[in-house]
DNA sequence: CAACAATATAAGCCATGGCTTATGCAGAGG
DNA sequence: CCTCTGCATAAGCCATGGCTTATATTGTTG
């Protein structure tokens, strides 16, 4: 269930800035805190909760770190996506015209046209 | 920008259950607040959510409402990965090996979060 | 080893949002 | 018309999580 953390990894609009950043490039942590305009612990937070949803990884570079994208955690997600697709087709397909009506019919039911 | 709603919409497991269970089959507002076992505010509320994300759909009968499951959000959410996936493999073809030292010798720097 | 640099972790503050109960409102039927 | 049913909206409570400052950790260098 990797999916739900690529979810709420996604869903905050900053975190998601700083993993747009990283997939056009590397960068270092220092280099986004500046251009996302964050604190330097800020930005280590959202990228310890993008490591750990497998969209980005890192390599040291001395007391540095270069982050980077990773194509993981989007193929977790892109799978899931696409299991809901199938089910909401699936579903389209099986009771399309109109939701049945599930509550037993009390007495004589008089079919009106709906509106 | 919608794909932002449905990332939000869908990172709450609670709303993302609702969906879910939608995506199966069409339900009732009452049905899903017993199934999830959740109140039926709750219901209605996390169902405007999913609606505003267009993740769902619905149809009135009488004074019951049909929610569904509809593909318009999670086609919104599938370019956005496309476009991610598109950009992370640029990013890879274009800096594989490793990310090159760019530091030049400086002197001036400065740790300062803004306010 | 001392001093510095880059990042990670800790601790605390505060807004967001999900849950609940209470209430409003429209449609169906006696 | 009155009431009941099914859902939406309002209001308030509380946990989660994102931000900040402070501190610890690790690596580099003279």
């Given at each position: 269930m990797a999916y739900a953390e690529v979810l709420s990894a996604l869903a905050d609009p900053t975190r998601r800035g700083l993993?747009?950043?990283?997939a056009r490039r590397p960068h270092r942590v220092g280099e986004l805190a500046?251009?996302?305009?964050?604190?330097?612990?800020?930005?280590?937070?959202h990228l310890r909760v993008l490591s750990d949803a497998a969209l980005v990884t890192h390599e040291r570079d001395g007391t540095?770190?270069?982050?980077?994208?990773s194509r993981a955690g989007l193929d977790?997600?892109?799978?899931?996506?696409?299991?809901?697709?199938?089910?909401?087709?699936?579903?389209?397909?099986?009771?399309?015209?109109?939701?049945?009506?599930k509550t037993a019919p009390k007495k004589t039911q008089m079919t009106r046209a709906p509106r």
């Amino acid at each position: 269930m990797a999916y739900a953390e690529v979810l709420s990894a996604l869903a905050d609009p900053t975190r998601r800035g700083l993993y747009e950043r990283l997939a056009r490039r590397p960068h270092r942590v220092g280099e986004l805190a500046r251009l996302a305009r964050l604190s330097q612990p800020s930005v280590s937070q959202h990228l310890r909760v993008l490591s750990d949803a497998a969209l980005v990884t890192h390599e040291r570079d001395g007391t540095r770190r270069h982050y980077r994208a990773s194509r993981a955690g989007l193929d977790e997600l892109r799978t899931y996506l696409e299991s809901m697709w199938d089910d909401v087709l699936a579903a389209y397909a099986a009771g399309d015209p109109a939701p049945p009506k599930k509550t037993a019919p009390k007495k004589t039911q008089m079919t009106r046209a709906p509106r």
